[in-house]
Nanobody
Framework: QVQLVESGGGLVQAGGSLRLSCAASGSIFRANDMGWYRQAPGKQRELVVAITSAGRTNFADSVKDRFTISRDNVQNTVTLQMNSLKPEDTAVYYC???????????????WGRGTQVTVSS
């Protein structure tokens, strides 16, 4: 089994900052891409940022000048620093990790339960 546990999130005023963290644990042979998606009410889930094990990042255009991501490949953790938050950033944020499990050939995506981020105007 593989578990993703998220922390952080909450309520912040526009222009403020929040930090989200996510830790993957369990029978992980290799953690490939990690990152965050978000889903606002009535909207589809969208990619916020993905980071490879080599540290290459892919940010959504809407956040690339405001959010940063870091990763610890030993601990299999990822941290999303969100600055200059806007009301439109309000959503449930989901951590994901593409994992090759011990004894497996292929890899699959695992997801956290989500954490609410609310930005008030």
């Amino acid at each position: 089994q593989v578990q993703l546990v998220e922390s952080g999130g909450g309520l912040v005023q526009a222009g403020g900052s929040l930090r989200l963290s996510c830790a993957a644990s369990g029978s992980i042979f290799r953690a490939n891409d990690m990152g965050w998606y978000r889903q606002a009410p009535g909207k589809q889930r969208e990619l916020v940022v993905a980071i490879t094990s080599a540290g290459r990042t892919n940010f959504a255009d809407s956040v690339k000048d405001r959010f940063t991501i870091s990763r610890d490949n030993v601990q299999n953790t990822v941290t999303l620093q969100m600055n200059s938050l806007k009301p439109e950033d309000t959503a449930v944020y989901y951590c994901f990790c593409n994992v090759q499990r011990l004894g497996w050939v292929s890899s699959i995506d695992y997801w956290g339960r989500g954490t609410q981020v609310t930005v008030s105007s």
